[in-house]
């Protein structure tokens, strides 16, 4: 009867072989071939204050993922539209603060003052604000 605590040769290179190969795949996929390019993204936002989507959201383009200054996602703001401004708004200090253009219209903050659509996407974030409410 075979010790079964005991490994041949035999098995224990079977099971060098899978570790390393699997090793080698997860390194594979997991490695991406070049950096990730960085998008550019107009945002068109309802309101733009503390503790809102768009302070959570946009704050995370410009200030990265945990809002400190570190890295966060392949993303640039290339412009800025808010619908509603409030004496709480965040939207003017944090665009002067990363030199992000704040215009008046959702077109101009789409084609970012131009003729065409030069940004990769465009992020909608509407919730809250001061809006009528009708029959329907």
Do not use: C
């Amino acid at each position: 009867m075979k010790n079964p605590r005991l490994i041949t040769r035999r098995d224990w290179l079977a099971s060098a072989a899978a570790i390393a190969s699997g090793a080698a795949v997860k390194h594979a996929v997991a490695a991406p071939a070049s950096p990730i390019k960085t998008k550019s993204v107009a945002a068109i936002v309802s309101i733009y204050e503390p503790k809102t989507h768009s302070d959570v959201l946009i704050g995370k383009i410009l200030e990265g993922w945990k809002q400190d200054g570190g890295a966060g996602p392949a993303l640039q703001l290339s412009s800025l539209y808010v619908d509603q401004v409030s004496d709480r708004d965040l939207s003017r200090q944090m665009a002067a603060k990363y030199n992000v253009p704040i215009f008046d219209t959702i077109e101009k903050a789409v084609t970012v003052g131009t003729d065409r659509i030069p940004v990769d996407g465009v992020i909608s974030i509407g919730e809250h604000g001061d809006y009528p409410l009708n029959a329907k």
